[in-house]
């Protein structure tokens, strides 16, 4: 399920069954790493959506949760562990972080921070970037629902 009205109505009123949520993880960067920052986000962005469509009703992609990178990364943990607060209290039992951003792959006080390195999409046709996207929701749909059945 998607952010937008039409799907959030429908998860309002099926709750009990949409029990993931999945956020993306964005750098926001300026000079001269705004590209790499931006490639990551296209790529994140993409991946997400991807994996929206194989699970949904059962997940809610939520709107990217972007950040400055010059942050401290313990400014940066505080403001995503409000969010992890507010979801949890919603009623998500699981919730996933997506990013291409390594240097969250460091940190223990948040789990399930997916990281996974981003392909440089700009250059691609459509249908050659949708069958690497697939490629990539594949690995990522292994390990969502291993996590789903050692967490109950």
């Known amino acids: 399920m998607l952010w937008n009205s039409k799907d959030v109505e429908v998860y309002l009123k099926e709750q009990q069954f949409i029990d993931t949520a999945v956020v993306p993880l964005l750098p926001i960067s300026f000079g001269h790493e705004m590209k790499q920052a931006a490639s990551q986000g296209e790529f994140i962005d993409l991946l997400s959506m991807h994996l929206e469509r194989q699970f949904k009703g059962r997940v809610l992609l939520f709107p990217a949760f972007t950040y400055l990178s010059t942050l401290e990364k313990e400014q940066q943990m505080n403001m995503l562990q409000n969010w992890e ?46 069958s690497i996207m697939e490629d990539q929701v594949k690995q990522l749909i292994n390990i969502i629902v291993q996590k789903w059945q050692t967490i109950k």
Request: glycine share 2%; hydrophobic share 35%; proline share 4%.
């Open 85 to 130: 607060v507010k979801l949890k209290e919603t009623g998500f039992s699981h919730i996933f972080y997506l990013t291409s951003d390594s240097s969250w792959s460091n940190q223990e006080k948040i789990k399930d921070i997916i990281w996974l390195p981003s392909v440089p999409l700009e250059h691609m046709d459509e249908q050659y970037k949708h």
